[in-house]
């Protein structure tokens, strides 16, 4: 019996009359329909039991017809191109669900997010606060599908003025009363990272006791973007939302995308698009490798792995004409293609970089310092990390063996083009993922020369003909450097996307980082932070903000220091 | 004025101008190449620029990103702490209007508080998607000559 | 009474902290200049290309002299959380200890108390005020990066400073005296200390390491996770003075370190000995901020329980042989100790 | 342990005497003042006034809506705002004329007092006047320039008709032409 079988037969005997039908979509996409008695179930049988992985959770809202939760569940780390998406409706007038989160932590964010976005509410949710949206705003913001006008018309009030109205604005300011306090709050601006991100430390002298984490200061509202504007413009949407893996989050979107019109990529922009995949994967990794050089104090390093890396970056600019954000994919395939002028141009780079990385490797492995910064340092064994659903080398560094390019592969990771190897650490904690994307590298280099040599035999078209959607819903992955990136797309067959739903990979491996960072010191909380790969562009595509403060925690960031505490 | 009639004040602060580089929500791009200029290919510490990790002992202040509702407080907190004399060099289009965020002037975007200029008060603004660190570090030259004018 | 000593002394006294100051920039300027050029970066330039000459000036050899005149030109923030006193007067108190100190170092032989007898214990308890001030100014600024931040400091402060006392007293023994200047005396009648006790310059050198928060051991001042420590709510003026003391520290380390180990500049006599020892002087100082900037780019940053046990096991050993040492050829080699 | 410590050792001893850096604000030969600016740098952009037909093309396909049209009595002017642009390029692939390119100038910093309002890049085209009403209508050379793509991708059997046609209505607005539908003695579209 194969898998596919086996996880019908066992949700055909659970949901019983509640098995409302069932439809074959994309490749091995399953979709079942039911009600709303069994999610909590379903998910635990499903995650438990059959070893599947809940990537996301999407509420489409339609209007007087209700809401569509749609729970997407993956057997791709089993087996290839799997996934089950089990669909509930819930009606406008009573959009409620029983969570699951109890079932499978892991859908704890995406509840959260689902409640502010839409109008459902996930009763029994153990940690009901809002995830995106200002505890201010009391609404959700795409249920303003009914009343656009009237979310829009709240739109001038910030945070801070609804606040004060409401007579609870606190100025965030340095009190001796809480510095008293063991409370030690990271963020929105610290050092540590160049984004804003906000945690908050409990500590007992150095020791981090508990944590908690609010991401945040990011929104940009692009998933309400995407449903303004044309297929075709998505894609450059798309590659704003992050600044470092742009490329993933165009080709994951464009996947999906795809997939509704039924477009089938031409052989030369798939390699073109896997060759700027890898390549931003080099500079992503490298980049990171700086960063975290830099949280462990380690300056130098920092300095050789941007060195190293303005090759990389030199070659993504010869390709496409821009160091980073490089515009190039469109639907149905790329926008320019790869002359034969530059390609010995990019493999001499290559080459420097995989020297060079050698080199960093070295320089890492056995350094004693830096080791002793990195071993055992924000411990993830393997059964956390599948619960709580890591991704990406958080998860590969953990002994867990996903990856979307070997498990779902797109572009040109087929085996049919290229030939390469997942990388798995089995050590868990922050070195064995430093190891993992170390060793990413030359597998990504040498991913690079396949593609490079396979450009040199293809050629024919670089965009194929773009046709109206013709499917109802579409789900993109791509395996961006952080791990796997989501797009979930519905499409009402016009030429705009009806309803957009994206869950990054930072995302995921953000909502473990609280468990990360019990046990170790403030003087590791950096370094457990970087070792994910934070990348809070991506995670906010939405919005966070602290709580309303009470009296008794407040803010005491590098930020804070109000005007009237200014002395001449 | 040219440069030569500058008074020690006035020299000194071109001759050490230290940075802040505070992130209001962008998508990562500017700020990686913010961080870019302070690497060895881009090195702006042969004109003495250092990035600092703390406005209160910063003179230049780099904005990014279109600002959401969120952080606007806190923009304009960093803003305030940074002592005087100051300048405000904004990278990036989004920064700038808003950019792909802002699409349409007649339907706002929800989550945006709107540019970088309408919080602080803007000096110098580095056009770009994300600009090359070669027009970053114009800017910065521009933002400290006007720096030695305050 | 003679008045010549009387004025001889004053023009040291006025003139030794300038000195110290002025050195202390061009070894801050080495020390910035050689981490950038190992990271292959430039650094701050040593000449300026034409182009830029009229925006930049001809060189910037005096970055740390404009960073610190920039800063006393700002505005100063002061929280109104913090005890203003002790924030204020902390980085003053820094100052007026190691400005005290410049005047217990013998500079290539010239000093207004060098010759004291008691002169190196009073300048390892004047230098030993500068962490002292930034604990109590950090925990003054009700800031907690600034309170963590003096706490590491307090903690750091522990761990070196006693392989730093154990190792130049180690000299000390062998030289028989407390005061510099007999010290410096003692080597130039026969070998210095780097090589009669290559121990205690080890442990020492590494103790200053920590001293002047070089990597691995910026701990306190660690950006990525504490802003900046003590100095985070300092700003304008006061960070000024602060950049003013640490830019005097790393020339009394350098100096200390090259009075009792490299025999202080005075290695030749003769009718060019004074100047020749005045270059000697520096470019020994600046040899010793050499290998304190490449250990300080060479690594990464403990954290301070590691840190802490790294001084406790490597430097505090080594202090600990350079005294058995000590003794030992003391005992040894009798006739080489006792004065000549 | 010490390899790692010595491979660093050799490493940074080699920095030493090799530094990366480009001279940047200084540099007086392009090679050492920039990195490298390859062909396809996406920079300011620069229309070519001869070519520009005024069509709006630019302005449709803007992903950043940073390209405006905006008409004058008698003159349309695009404006494209560098502080809104994303430098996608998009604009450049789409236009018809390849009237606008996007040139490798990216040091595109200023002062704000200096250019209150935003950077633009502008390029203006003369608006026909309609022969009717006399309100100003489509740009005289975009009149012309679909006159050629039509009769391009017209059938010859009837490209003389066409021609003749468009030279008759082309002269009125669209309010005009539906004004004067029979008194314009054009041929209606079934005809061919």
């Known amino acids: 019996m194969t898998l596919a079988e086996r996880v019908m037969n066992d949700l055909r005997r659970l949901l019983g009359a509640d098995y409302l039908g069932d439809a074959w979509k994309q490749e091995k996409h399953l979709y079942i329909r039911t009600s709303s008695n069994h999610v909590e179930e379903v998910a635990e049988h499903i995650t438990k039991r059959l070893d599947g992985r809940l990537i996301h959770l999407s509420a489409v809202d339609y209007g007087w017809d209700g809401i569509d939760v749609v729970y997407h569940y993956a057997f791709d780390h089993i087996e290839r191109h799997f996934h089950v998406n089990v669909k509930v409706r819930v009606p406008a007038d009573r959009p409620e669900l029983p969570s699951v989160t109890a079932a499978a932590p892991q859908a704890s964010w995406s509840e959260r997010e689902m409640m502010d976005m839409t109008a459902v509410r996930f009763t029994s949710h153990p940690d009901p606060r809002h995830l995106w949206l200002p505890s201010e705003w009391p609404e959700t913001v795409e249920s303003g599908k009914f009343d656009e006008k009237e979310v829009l018309g709240r739109t001038d009030k910030t945070p801070e003025v609804l606040r004060r109205e409401r007579g609870e604005w606190i100025p965030l300011a340095i009190t001796p009363k809480a510095a008293e306090a063991s409370l030690i709050l990271l963020g929105p601006y610290h050092p540590l990272l160049i984004e804003s991100a906000y945690f908050r430390l409990k500590v007992d002298g150095e020791d981090v006791v508990d944590a908690d984490i609010k991401v945040g200061w990011n929104h940009r509202g692009i998933m309400k973007l995407f449903e303004s504007r044309s297929y075709s413009r998505g894609a450059f949407l798309a590659e704003k939302i992050c600044g470092i893996c742009n490329v993933c989050h165009t080709t994951a979107y464009l996947n999906a995308v795809e997939t509704l019109m039924q477009v089938e990529v031409p052989e030369r922009a798939r390699y073109i698009r896997t060759l700027m995949a890898e390549l931003e994967r080099i500079h992503s990794h490298l980049l990171w490798l700086g960063v975290a050089g830099d949280l462990i104090g380690f300056k130098t390093l920092f300095m050789l792995a941007w060195r190293t890396r303005e090759h990389v970056l030199d070659a993504l600019e010869l390709i496409s004409g821009s160091r980073r954000s490089h515009d190039m994919n469109l639907v149905g395939g790329v926008r320019t293609d790869i002359p034969e002028e530059i390609v010995p141009k990019i493999e001499e780079r290559l080459k420097i970089v995989k020297s060079e990385t050698r080199k960093l490797i070295d320089i890492v492995h056995d350094h004693p310092v830096a080791r002793k910064r990195l071993d055992d340092i924000g411990v993830l064994d393997t059964d956390t990390a599948k619960s709580a659903g890591a991704v990406g080398p958080t998860a590969r560094g953990s002994d867990w063996k996903i990856d979307v390019r070997w498990s779902d592969p797109y572009a040109a990771y087929g085996t049919e083009y290229l030939t390469w190897d997942v990388v798995v650490e089995g050590g868990k904690d922050a070195w064995a993922r430093t190891l993992v994307r170390l060793r990413e590298l030359l597998v990504s280099v040498d991913l690079c020369k396949q593609c490079l040599d396979a450009l040199k035999r293809t050629g024919g078209l670089l965009q194929a003909e773009v046709r109206e959607p013709n499917l109802e819903e579409a789900i993109g992955k791509a395996e961006a450097p952080r791990g796997e990136l989501f797009y979930y797309i519905v499409s009402d067959g016009t030429n705009i996307p009806y309803s957009v739903r994206i869950r990054t990979p930072s995302y995921r491996n953000n909502a473990i980082l609280p468990h990360m960072l019990k046990g170790y010191t403030i003087a590791d909380a950096p370094i457990i932070i970087g070792s994910i790969d934070p990348c809070y562009s991506c995670t906010d595509r939405k919005v966070v903000v602290e709580e309303a403060a009470t009296g008794k925690t407040q803010l005491l960031t590098v930020g804070n220091i109000h005007r009237k505490y200014r002395k001449r | 004025m040219s440069e030569l009639d500058l008074t020690l004040k006035q020299k000194v602060r071109t001759y050490s101008p230290w940075v802040f580089h505070a992130h209001a929500g962008s998508c990562n791009n500017c700020d990686i190449e913010i961080a870019a200029i302070f690497a060895p290919r881009f090195d702006v510490e042969r004109l003495g620029i250092q990035l600092k990790n703390n406005p209160r002992h910063a003179d230049i202040l780099l904005v990014t990103g279109p600002v959401p509702k969120q952080s606007k407080p806190m923009l304009r907190r960093v803003y305030d702490q940074v002592p005087n004399p100051k300048v405000v060099l904004v990278v990036g289009t989004c920064a700038m209007t808003g950019g792909i965020y802002n699409f349409d002037d007649n339907r706002p975007n929800y989550a945006l508080a709107g540019p970088v200029g309408s919080v602080i008060p803007v000096d110098v603004s580095v056009p770009g998607c994300p600009p090359k660190p070669e027009a970053i570090i114009q800017g910065l030259v521009m933002a400290v000559r006007r720096l030695a004018m305050r | ?340 | 342990m010490a390899k790692g410590n010595l491979s660093l050792l050799k490493e940074v001893f080699q920095n030493l005497f090799h530094a990366v850096t480009i001279d940047y604000p200084a540099g007086t030969w392009p090679g050492k003042k920039y990195s490298q600016i390859p062909v396809g740098v996406r920079g300011k952009h620069k229309f070519d006034p001869e070519k520009c037909v005024g069509c709006g093309g630019c302005s449709m396909i803007c992903s950043s809506g940073a390209i405006s049209l905006e008409d004058t009595e008698d003159e349309r002017t695009v404006a494209i705002l560098l502080g809104r642009c994303i430098y996608c390029g998009r604009c450049q692939d789409i236009c018809p004329e390849k009237a606008l390119e996007l040139t490798p100038e990216f040091e595109l910093a200023y002062i704000e007092e200096e250019h209150k309002g935003g950077l633009y890049v502008k390029n203006s085209v003369i608006l026909a006047k309609c022969a009717g009403c006399g309100k100003s209508i489509f740009p005289a050379t975009h009149i012309v320039a679909s006159k050629r793509r039509l009769l391009e991708n017209i059938d010859s059997s009837v490209r003389d008709l066409v021609a003749a046609d468009f030279e008759i209505y082309r002269q009125y607005c669209l309010d005009c032409r539906q004004k004067l539908s029979f008194e314009l003695k054009t041929h209606p579209r079934k005809f061919y």
Not at chain 3, 2 to 11: D, G, K, S, V
Not at chain 3, 215 to 238: C, M
Not at chain 3, 247 to 264: K, P, R, S
């Open chain 3, 1 to 340: 009474m003679e008045i010549y000593p009387l004025i001889e002394t004053a023009t040291l006294m006025i003139s030794a902290p300038v000195i110290a100051f002025l050195l202390g920039v061009a070894y801050c300027y080495e020390v910035r200049k050689v981490f950038a050029r190992l990271q292959s970066r430039k650094g701050p330039w040593f000449i300026v290309p034409s182009a830029l000459r009229p925006m930049l000036g001809f060189s910037r050899m005096l970055q740390p002299l404009y960073d610190i005149l920039k800063l006393l030109y700002k505005e100063t923030l002061v929280p109104t959380s913090a005890n203003k006193q002790l924030f204020k007067i902390a980085p003053y108190l820094a100052l007026i200890s190691l400005v005290i100190a410049t005047w217990f170092i013998p500079f290539a032989g010239y000093s207004s108390f060098g010759a004291f007898e008691f002169s190196l214990v009073v300048i390892l308890y004047l230098i030993l005020a500068v962490p002292m001030t930034f604990v109590v100014g950090g925990a003054g600024s009700s800031s907690p990066w600034g309170v963590l931040g003096a706490r590491r400091e307090a903690e750091l402060m522990l761990a070196y400073e006693v392989p730093l006392v154990i190792g130049i007293f180690a000299a000390a023994i062998m030289a028989n005296s407390l005061s510099l200047a007999e010290i410096v005396n003692f080597q130039k009648q026969r070998l210095p200390f780097i090589f009669l006790n290559p121990f205690a310059a080890i442990a020492v050198f590494l103790a200053f390491v920590g001293k002047l928060h070089m990597k691995p051991f910026d701990i306190p001042e660690a950006d990525v996770e504490i802003v900046a420590g003590p100095i985070t709510e300092y700003s304008g003026k006061l960070l000024g003075i602060v950049e003013i003391v640490r830019t005097i520290l790393i020339f009394v380390c350098a100096a200390l370190f090259t009075n009792v180990f490299l025999q202080g500049g005075l290695v030749f006599s003769g009718s060019l000995s004074p100047l020749f020892s005045v270059v000697l002087f520096i470019v020994q100082g600046s040899l010793i901020t050499f290998f304190i900037s490449l250990v300080h780019a060479m690594n990464p940053r403990y954290r301070i329980d590691q840190a802490f046990g790294w001084y406790a096991r490597i430097p505090l050993a080594t202090s600990l042989i350079a005294l058995a040492w000590a003794y030992a050829i003391k005992f040894m080699f009798p006739t080489l100790m006792i004065g000549v």
